[in-house]
């Protein structure tokens, strides 16, 4: 008996362990270069595709050199390439705020090898390093039992649409959500889309423009669609509910697309910035 309490402690302290390991992934630059080599960019893009479902904490960037140059020019050199990868960071919807560390730690010296490794090795030190922190998981707290308070449902976007609507009303797509970097909704809002889908086939008389937003870029930039590598992954969004709803029954002439880039964040979880929503722009008598 003891010893089966002693290996259900080891494994849950192990899960809890294993919940917590940081994520981590480095990329190579050429000689004397801060822009990413194409398959180094695409091996990072990969990486930042897995962190779609990571809750993150914090994200560090270092940047290194090889032991040639001056200290003062690999350390400008080291900074310019971590510099680089938090921009990529950005243009991936990838929010500054979880980036805690942007630092260039200069050269790494080479270590005593073997002759015929050295050029090896120099490559293997022309680097930036990245560590994804994630959020340490909640100890789960059993809450005294309440008494239960009804609350006033709140409308879901078909009823909303379907119900008094103005000119001028802006109606958010809450259960919409994208993919990091991609125009194409998960696969869990595909129901929730056709259901609103089916309620503006219903309302004939409403016209609208579909707005299309990111998180998480500078400014008011718009991202990367990683699909097309063209920085205007807002409009993509847009374009992809227009074409949507096209396809479901929706009259194209009372529609219209436009990408807002990243104008009107919402605030909160930068997930909810990839969104869509509508503005009402006619309603029929």
Excluded: W
């Amino acid at each position: 008996m003891n010893k089966l309490l002693v290996l259900v402690f080891l494994t849950l302290n192990c899960t809890f362990a294993f919940s917590q390991k940081e994520l981590t992934h480095e990329v190579y630059f050429d000689t004397d270069k801060y822009n990413l080599p194409p398959t180094e960019e695409n091996r990072l893009l990969l990486f930042i595709s897995t962190l779609t479902d990571v809750d993150i904490e914090s994200i560090s960037i270092f940047g290194f050199c090889d032991d040639r140059g001056a200290d003062t020019y690999n350390l400008k050199l080291s900074q310019q390439r971590a510099d680089a990868i938090k921009t990529i960071f950005s243009s991936n919807e990838i929010s500054d705020e979880l980036i805690t560390n942007v630092d260039g730690k200069g050269e790494i010296l080479l270590k005593i090898v073997e002759e015929k490794n050295i050029l090896k090795i120099r490559g293997l030190n022309r680097k930036v390093e990245i560590i994804v922190k994630p959020i340490p998981p909640k100890p789960v707290v059993k809450k005294p039992v309440a008494k239960v308070v009804k609350k006033e449902k709140k409308k879901d976007t078909p009823e909303i649409i379907k119900g008094d609507v103005k000119v001028g009303d802006k109606i958010i797509f809450k259960n919409i959500l994208f993919k990091t970097g991609y125009s194409t909704v998960t696969p869990s809002s595909k129901k929730t889309l056709e259901a609103i889908a089916k309620a503006l086939v219903e309302r004939e008389d409403i016209y609208f423009t579909i707005q299309g937003h990111v998180c998480c870029t500078q400014y008011s930039r718009d991202a990367v669609d990683r699909k097309t590598k063209k920085r205007n992954l807002s409009e993509a969004r847009a374009k992809y509910v227009y074409d949507y709803f096209a396809k479901k029954g929706v009259d194209k002439r009372r529609m219209r697309h436009l990408g807002m880039r990243r104008k009107f964040p919402l605030g909160g979880d930068p997930k909810y910035d990839r969104r869509v929503e509508i503005l009402i722009t006619y309603v029929g008598k």
